[in-house]
């Protein structure tokens, strides 16, 4: 018997569906039992095979190791412990809110967030910001990847001219809105699918004026000194200087 062609597509879209929950319901049971072995050393742990035990990433992070990336999404940093929302891929290790961090006060020796907390709620912010200096232990460094909001002004006003705009236009307010599509594809309004997603957008004095409100010091603009970051790289036909960098530290 065939089977009518929107009959298929709906099972297509319900397969999909389902896989994706079954994903992200493995990512968070294995997340679980990642943080119960890190935080809680159970005496089952002993009982795992080493090779699952590595395979798995259940050995805690030695203190001096314990470098976090908070929504490292598709790209986390290799020598960082992995945190995001959602179980991209299976180099997340931590399923978890960035302002509900599963580890103790003063446990981590660094934390990263790169494009995140363009994402974060604005009332949430603050509370996100100390929740991060209550996990750095003192000294440890809180390091910030964001959207210029000054780069990306000035770029939006070079770009849209009196005799109307050019097509780099529609790459800077992709990047303002954060619709998470690569900027050579935004070409035009009608490119710009989907929600967006940025909750805010941060200049260097705002970003460094809130860290020092949340309590940390040495709080200086580094941006361009991180060779790694493909934010910058991947923006610079469209905005000079797309991302801005700030170091803080937990005094
Ligand atoms: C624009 S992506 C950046 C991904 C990666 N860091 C990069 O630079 O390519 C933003 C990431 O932050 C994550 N994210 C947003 N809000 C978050 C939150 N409250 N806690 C943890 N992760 C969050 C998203 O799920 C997403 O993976």
Same mark, same amino acid.
């Given at each position: 018997m065939r089977i009518p062609r929107p009959l298929r597509r709906a099972l297509r879209t319900r397969k999909r569906k389902l896989e994706r929950r079954a994903r992200i319901w493995r990512g968070e049971a294995i997340s679980r039992v990642r943080v119960a072995a890190w935080m809680? @050393?159970?005496?089952w742990l002993r009982l795992v095979p080493a090779s699952t035990r590595e395979r798995m990433r259940l050995e805690a992070p030695r203190p001096g190791d314990r470098r976090v990336e908070i929504g490292a999404g598709f790209s986390g940093r290799p020598g960082y412990v992995h945190v995001d929302l959602?179980?991209?891929?299976?180099?997340?290790?931590i399923v978890a809110s960035g302002d509900d961090l599963p580890v103790p006060a003063q446990w981590a020796d660094e934390i990263l967030a790169v494009h995140?907390?363009? @994402?974060?709620p604005p009332p949430q912010l603050m509370t996100t910001l100390q929740h991060w200096y209550s996990r750095l232990r003192p000294g440890a460094a809180l390091v910030l990847h964001t959207p210029n909001g000054a780069a990306l002004g000035a770029a939006m006003a070079t770009a849209g001219t009196e005799t109307g705009e050019d097509e780099r236009y529609w790459a800077v307010m992709s990047a303002v809105y954060g619709y998470g599509h690569h900027p050579a594809d935004m070409t035009s309004a009608a490119a710009l699918k989907g929600a967006p997603d940025h909750k805010l957008v941060f200049t260097s004095p705002l970003l460094r004026q809130l860290l020092a409100d949340a309590g940390?010091?040495?709080?200086?603009?580094?941006?361009?000194?991180?060779?790694?970051?493909h934010h910058t790289r991947d923006w610079s036909p469209y905005v000079d200087g797309l991302c801005l960098e700030v170091r803080a530290r937990r005094p």
């Open positions: 809680k @050393h159970p005496w959602l179980p991209f891929t299976d180099d997340i290790d995140m907390i363009e @994402h974060v940390f010091v040495d709080v200086e603009d580094v941006s361009g000194q991180d060779a790694f970051c």
